[in-house]
């Protein structure tokens, strides 16, 4: 064999071997940071909110203890407001909200997810298994409840909420602000973010990485992530659903609601705001986003 021809095969086999074991360590690298997101523990209820507020607690269909605050408004409506907060974050994250909702007449209810704050669990899986925790706190709300349940999220937490809604009986509405519409695709923006590459990379060159690491997940810690699919739900589900964006979203652009709307046109509406950032659209009118998140649900006061 000509040398130069030897010496090219060999050059190509390193650069395969080094491909495939850079895919093998990127892709066990980004299963951990996705299923072991930063924990941050909520503290004591905020003194802002002037009521009183109840520790409550539930066991998850895996035993995982699950544990929330739950508020009763000072003139309830006969409502009651789940709110589902983002990844990395708390219960505590969503209290801006809760003043709301409180305010408007609506008993809340503020769960940490799992593997966040206090709640149980080792891992998150964006929906995997935390739709039917939703749909157990909505079961234990329900004696509390004499007119409609809704849930609100914001990120991971919309995610949640689209994908709970599918699974939850008895739901009369949803707003999901800044929602992935498949943890695939939040997956390419995630390498793309990381890499500065844009979304070229992920879905060529370094999609093996990508589905490595749902492998990974798969195999160690036995849960198929390709399953956190709010799109696959809201298709699904008939719960009418607000779905929230900002045109400066660069954390989950906002192509993921726009795709989440084409899926569920029959029974969602998409509100676009202009300039705002990740779950920023209370920021940049604050009386707009009530008027529409609380008008979304006076206007859907019956469950399905």
């Given at each position: 064999?000509?040398?130069?021809?030897?010496?090219g095969?060999?050059?190509?086999?390193?650069?395969?071997?080094?491909?495939?074991?850079?895919s093998?360590?990127?892709?066990?690298?980004?299963?951990?940071?996705?299923?072991?997101?930063?924990?941050?523990?909520?503290?004591?209820?905020?003194?802002?909110?002037?009521?009183?507020?109840?520790?409550?607690?539930?066991?998850?269909?895996?035993?995982?203890?699950?544990?929330?605050?739950y508020?009763?408004?000072?003139?309830?409506?006969?409502?009651?407001v789940?709110?589902?907060?983002?990844?990395?974050?708390?219960?505590?994250?969503v209290g801006?909200?809760?003043?709301?909702?409180?305010?408007?007449?609506?008993?809340?209810l503020?769960?940490?997810?799992?593997?966040?704050?206090?709640?149980?669990?080792?891992?998150?899986?964006?929906?995997v298994?935390?739709?039917?925790?939703?749909?157990r706190?909505?079961?234990?709300?329900?004696?509390?409840?004499?007119?409609?349940?809704?849930?609100?999220?914001?990120?991971?937490?919309?995610a949640?909420?689209?994908?709970?809604?599918?699974?939850?009986?008895?739901?009369?509405?949803?707003?999901?602000?800044?929602?992935?519409?498949?943890?695939?695709?939040?997956?390419?923006?995630?390498?793309a973010?990381?890499?500065?590459l844009?979304?070229?990379?992920?879905?060529?060159?370094?999609?093996?990485?990508?589905?490595l690491?749902?492998?990974?997940?798969?195999?160690?810690?036995?849960?198929?992530?390709?399953?956190?699919?709010?799109?696959?739900?809201?298709?699904?589900s008939?719960v009418?659903?607000?779905?929230?964006?900002?045109?400066?979203?660069?954390?989950?652009?906002?192509?993921?609601?726009?795709?989440?709307?084409?899926?569920?046109?029959?029974?969602?509406?998409?509100?676009?705001?202009?300039?705002?950032?990740?779950?920023?659209?209370?920021?940049?009118?604050p009386?707009?986003?009530?008027?529409?998140?609380?008008?979304w649900?006076?206007?859907?006061?019956?469950?399905?």
């Amino acid at each position: 064999m000509n040398p130069w021809v030897r010496a090219g095969a060999r050059i190509a086999a390193m650069i395969a071997a080094v491909y495939v074991t850079a895919s093998l360590v990127a892709g066990a690298t980004l299963a951990q940071l996705a299923l072991h997101p930063e924990r941050r523990l909520p503290p004591a209820p905020p003194a802002w909110l002037h009521a009183p507020v109840d520790d409550v607690s539930i066991r998850a269909a895996d035993g995982v203890p699950l544990r929330a605050w739950y508020i009763d408004a000072a003139h309830p409506n006969g409502a009651a407001v789940i709110l589902l907060h983002g990844m990395a974050d708390s219960r505590e994250g969503v209290g801006g909200y809760a003043f709301t909702f409180l305010h408007n007449g609506y008993n809340v209810l503020l769960p940490d997810s799992r593997a966040h704050g206090s709640g149980g669990g080792a891992i998150a899986t964006y929906g995997v298994l935390e739709r039917d925790d939703v749909r157990r706190w909505a079961a234990w709300l329900r004696p509390h409840t004499p007119g409609c349940e809704y849930l609100f999220g914001e990120s991971m937490g919309a995610a949640i909420a689209i994908q709970a809604s599918a699974v939850t009986p008895g739901l009369c509405a949803v707003v999901a602000e800044s929602a992935f519409a498949t943890f695939r695709e939040i997956a390419n923006d995630r390498i793309a973010q990381f890499t500065g590459l844009g979304l070229w990379f992920p879905r060529t060159l370094g999609a093996p990485a990508r589905e490595l690491a749902f492998l990974y997940a798969d195999v160690r810690f036995h849960v198929d992530l390709t399953g956190a699919s709010p799109l696959a739900a809201i298709r699904q589900s008939r719960v009418p659903t607000l779905l929230i964006c900002g045109t400066a979203d660069d954390n989950i652009p906002m192509r993921h609601s726009q795709e989440l709307f084409r899926a569920g046109a029959s029974h969602s509406e998409l509100w676009i705001v202009q300039g705002a950032r990740h779950t920023g659209a209370a920021n940049v009118n604050p009386a707009e986003f009530e008027r529409r998140v609380v008008g979304w649900f006076e206007q859907h006061n019956r469950p399905l």
